[in-house]
């Protein structure tokens, strides 16, 4: 299991994480276990993948292992419990990197065997004043806390101190994860360089007659070839209607001369995420109905693409982006009515019914909140990285809004996304991917 991966951010960084956490938590303990071993079928697991959590805070990509943060405590401030050596499992799954080697490759004060959590979690639990522990689906780990929590309770009245709540850490460290530091930049930027090259791959081969597959077969051995990780989330290659179905990820269909091909794929390098998506008219030209629902799909990402500055509020370029789309229906009469009243009542829905973007990085849906409160957003600041996609989705199968116009045939089965990743800078914006045309 140990790879190199780790490498691609120096360990200074990973320790600059962990003190900024500590910052945070103050007297708190914060515990994030690693992703378990995902299984696929019978005893065949996924390629395995690390809890994005643990991994910024560690750069540690083994199963079974859980970080302790423990400001309080006087030597031990970060543990690790990792799997120890074992020639003979790892001559089946993998070389692990043991309890020795982890302490100097990772940087932590103790290092024990994964076998040893039940006995030492306590005596690092029982330094701070709360638990900082995010309940994952990892139901038996989150059994396993709630346990040691439990027990020092009942013990607290002799002691006088220890962990009197249980608080999520999404809220303390995923604000951190929201700005990007100049390295993780730099990893998002390689990502998207290499999904950049196999969008134009996947361009050169489309053409009337292929399969979905073939295109998506293309993209994803170009993600590897070009030193990726692999795809970043499924491959979504989706022809004629195929393309009115957000997650469309069967791609068997067999394109045919005046299909649309709605390609969204993004490599994954080191972690760190691309997601691209572009649409075009795999013969070459656009019908005048595709010409249309494009040109208007484009005019609202560009229009959206500029209220992505710091200091906007996190919705103002998706409500930028619905104002344009809703005004361009109307004009193709495809929508009616007063546009406030359309916006208000979400009658625009059946033609786009997701948000414009969301956060970029670890995770493809970044970690992060998208409003401080119920009633205001979260503000755009520099080092954020989010995805900017608008669409219309005409479905064979649509149902307009109440009051609103019947759709033509001629519309029907017309799906356009348009997605770049933007980067909010100091003065401004930089779109990462404006290397593929549209």
Partial sequence: MFTN?????????YAQRRELLKSKIGKGVAVFPSAPMAVMHNDVEYVYRQDSDFYYLTGFNEAEAVAVIAPNHGEHQFVLFVQPKDLEKEIWTGYRVGVEAAKDLYGADAVYPIGDLDQKLSEYLVTGDRIYYHLGRDQSFNQKIISHWQRL?????KRGHGPMAIE???????PLRLVKSSTEIELIKKAIEISVKAHGKAKELAQPGR??????????HTFRALGGDGYAYPSIVASGANACILHYIENNRRMEEGDLLLIDAGASFGYYNGDITRTFPISGSFSPEQKAIYDLVLSAQLSAIEEVKAGQGYNQYHEKAVLVLVEGL????LLKGDTEEIIKEEKYKPFYMHN???????DVHDAGLYKQDKDSWQTLQPGNILTVEPGIY????????????????????????IEDDVLVTKTGHEVLTSAVPK
């Fill in 5 to 13: 991966l780790t490498m691609l951010i120096a360990q200074q960084e």
């Fill in 330 to 333: 109307k004009e193709l009469k």
């Fill in 168 to 174: 999520d850490s999404n809220f303390i460290l995923h």
């Fill in 356 to 362: 414009t973007g969301h956060w970029l990085g670890l």
């Fill in 211 to 220: 399969y979905e597959y073939e295109i998506q077969a293309e993209i994803e």
């Fill in 153 to 157: 309770i009942r013990t607290y009245p």
């Fill in 394 to 417: 005409i479905s064979p199968f649509i149902t307009p809004a109440e009051g609103q116009p019947e759709i033509p045939d001629n519309w029907k089965g017309i799906g356009v996304r």
